[in-house]
């Protein structure tokens, strides 16, 4: 049984990791989560001021091979080992996620529709947009309260990579998706994208 891979971007502060999450919750024994955010290459060879200052919204910064990778172990039936990113340090930590095989793969990330290799292993691209005003107060709370950022940081970052690099790299995007939401918290969609899970779940059981 092959499991049914589920891609969902959007730019940064756009909802998508909380609609990803909202899958999750409502099916937790049938999905397996990945984020993008863990795939962003270490740097380590830089010093930490370095990295801070690293363009972390463009596609060169992903390890999209990695992606591929633990992607194709999953419909392998294989466990992925994900690395986990330490956004307080820009670079990856020592710590290891164990991604189980199950029928439902969700991947999050800005880029995941970006890299050919990446979108060929999904079944269903959902792209989420959300107003530009809304996303940079999400990615300002966000950013403060789990990554240990100050105001101005967030402020410096927004204008100098992520604004410009949604508009040339993320947003282009959208014209892979096969469904375009409006917000990440819109319950319509959601409970379309649940009817087409369940829908995927019984199909694989009567496979088996």
Do not use: W
């Amino acid at each position: 049984m092959k499991p049914y891979i589920i891609g969902i971007a959007g730019g940064s502060g756009s909802g998508k990791t909380t609609f990803a999450a909202r899958l999750k919750e409502a099916y937790p024994d049938q999905i397996s989560l990945i984020s993008c955010d863990n795939y962003y290459l270490p740097h380590d060879e830089l010093l930490l001021e370095e990295r801070a200052h690293l363009n972390y919204d463009a596609p060169e910064a992903l390890e999209f091979s990695l992606m591929v990778q633990h992607l194709n172990q999953l419909k392998n039936g294989e466990k992925a080992l994900c690395p986990v990113y330490d956004f307080t340090r820009h670079t990856r930590s020592d710590k290891i996620i164990e991604i189980q095989p199950r029928p439902i793969i969700l991947i999050d990330g800005i880029l995941i529709f970006h890299d050919p290799s990446l979108r060929d292993c999904m079944n269903l691209k959902i792209y989420v947009e959300t107003d530009a005003d809304e996303r940079i107060l999400r990615r300002a709370r966000r950013d403060m309260q789990e990554r240990g950022r100050d105001i101005d940081s967030i402020i410096e970052q927004y204008l100098s990579t992520v604004k410009p690099m949604h508009n040339t790299f993320v947003k282009p995007t959208r014209v892979f998706a096969d469904v375009i939401l409006n917000g990440g918290k819109n319950e319509q969609a959601f409970l379309l994208v649940k009817a087409q899970i369940e829908r995927v779940l019984r199909e694989q059981s009567a496979d088996i």
